[in-house]
């Protein structure tokens, strides 16, 4: 038993180390290269090619080497690694982020977990290979499921108990300190399988098993990649719509995630879970039922995230348990995992990398459910009979022509739809009857912005920035006849330009060029304005870190991803370099609406920090308002301007910190503490 404990405990260990060290590695380096959605999607591109790597390594391990000689191998190689330990990206890497970031982020990645990452990768197929050759008599799939239950346990650990109560630096030290306990546990198996498989054996043993088992043909092998790929598609679009488009919580990501590897954990521990009569029949309704979400339906969203996850576990039980009855003898294991890989890698590629290149749209979804449909006929084609074949293309036609429906739907009726590394933007024109057509920038489905095209409304300030909101009377607060020096981190439609003078200079800060083009092109605020514009195309923290003092009267961080602030603006380093920046007397006002997250406590904990005073405006319009929308804004200010604001403010209430609420850091942020 105690060989058997051995590689269990390596291949637990190696599972949870691969999936904690993916959000320890990417918080360190998300404050460098703007804080966005694309850093973590790099990242996930990232860690499926290692994921690649190291199975490929595997299979060559395995059909390359005799079992010794891998065992030295191997063990060569993770006392290599021990070398690269602590797993801390190296910062001189910040500077070189805004000429190439994608790049900047796969070589930090590289140099700082690449080794022990791609290691820990080897592990769970290569266990359960040596596993097969100690105990010839026992099947090594269920190691597979209990990879992934570790896999699970890591995702659901870190934000419960991990991101809340540890620095990233001190999380970095802990998972170095128990990658050492992984490898010697990793050569305590390897010492194991050695002793398993005597010299005079290992020839004959490998060339029995080789005629005893026929190597899949490249039919198998690309239904494995298939099956493989289109649950990866599945799980990233479904993913993005809960993340984006339904409840932009940063934590929700953890959900459909754990669906994924929970059917990988059913399917691989005990094939009989994938009951497959039943989940044939479950998975049309699936189809149904996300149809209504696709078509960008609206119902209460604690109904449309239990559809997506009943959905999504439907379609990877059906793609996962179609796989492990189509899994090969224990010969061929080693390839079966490597197609499994490369399917993966594939879907996170394709949703991650091509589709937003190629896409203005996101099509990915109505693409994934139709492969999983395709596929299923594919997997069923022998078995059924040809009545029922000619039914089920009747079908499959069918209900792609009312996928391409909905995906034409996605673009129509739009001025226009454009897409890039930062998201999808959608322009839209509405007829206001008596106040003319309004034209909005929607990211997702949240709004950033909207103008009145009439004359004798393009001018007036609207939404989240109208005169009556925190942020419009801020900037009329500031008195005098002098040239007013304004910047504003997150551009949008360009509403804060209509509040510039002549003489003002306002510095508008944009990390996606889109949405400047659209700004100019589409809305006329800028043009409009009679203050000196200066757009600058970068992440507005990297570029304040970088500039000479400016000497703002008043900055505005407004730079949205989603529903919410990307949480490097918001820590005690960013408002350190906003303040750099700043006059005495200035007012650094921070947009903090939001349907999910109370920012409040993260704003006040950081200006009791900084000794300042914070103020916050929670304006209500009125009913019937046409140029005004629900705003909350926190404005930051030196402790003896408090009272003048309070006075000049209608609305402005001091805000008091939360107690024992901790400021956020680069290193430490939690977004669990401050979830509604």
Known sequence: KVPMISFATTVFLSAFLLFQIQPIVAKMILPWFGGSSSVWSTCLVFFQAELLLGYLYVHLLHELLSPRRQNLVHGVLLLLSLATLPVIADPTWKDAAFESPTWSVLVVLASAVGMPYLLLSTTGPLMQAWYARSFA?????RLYALSNLASMLALLTYPLLV????PVLQQAWTWSAAYVLFVLACLTSAWQSWKGVSSEREVAAETTSA?????????????WVGLAMTASILLLAITRHLTQDVAPVPFLWVLPLSIYLLSFILCFDAPRYYYRPGFLVALPMAFLALDQVVDGGSMPVPLLVALLSLSLF???????GELVRR??????????????????????SFVGLL??????????LPIGLFLCALLVIIVLWREIQP????????????????????SASYVEDYRRVLRNFYGQLRVSDVDEEDLGIKRKILHGRINHGEQFISPEHRRQATAYYCEKSGVGQALQSLSGEKPRKIGVLGLGAGTLATYGRQGDEMRMYEINEQVLDLARNDFSYLGDSAARIVPVLGDGRLMLEREPIQNFDLLAIDAFSGDSIPTHLLTIEAMRAYLRHMQRNGILAVHITNRYLDLRPVVAAAAQ????????VDFEPEHGERFCRHSVWALIVQNDRQAGLLTAIHQAETLKPRPGFTAWTDGFSNLLGILK
């Open 163 to 166: 991101e809340p109560y540890f």
């Open 211 to 223: 005629a005893a088992t026929a190597r899949p043909s490249w039919r198998e092998c690309l239904l």
């Open 609 to 616: 920090q900084l000794g300042m005073t914070a103020l916050v």
């Open 355 to 364: 589709a937003p290149a190629v896409f203005n749209a996101y099509f990915e």
């Open 314 to 320: 439907v379609f990877c039980m059906v793609c996962h």
């Open 387 to 406: 009545v029922w074949r000619w039914l089920l293309l009747v079908a499959l036609f069918a209900y792609g022509y009312r996928l391409a429906g909905i």
């Open 327 to 348: 899994r090969p003898a224990v010969r061929h294991l080693t390839l079966f995992y490597l197609m499994l890989s490369i399917g993966g890698a594939l879907g996170g």
């Open 137 to 141: 008599s026992m099947m090594p799939y």
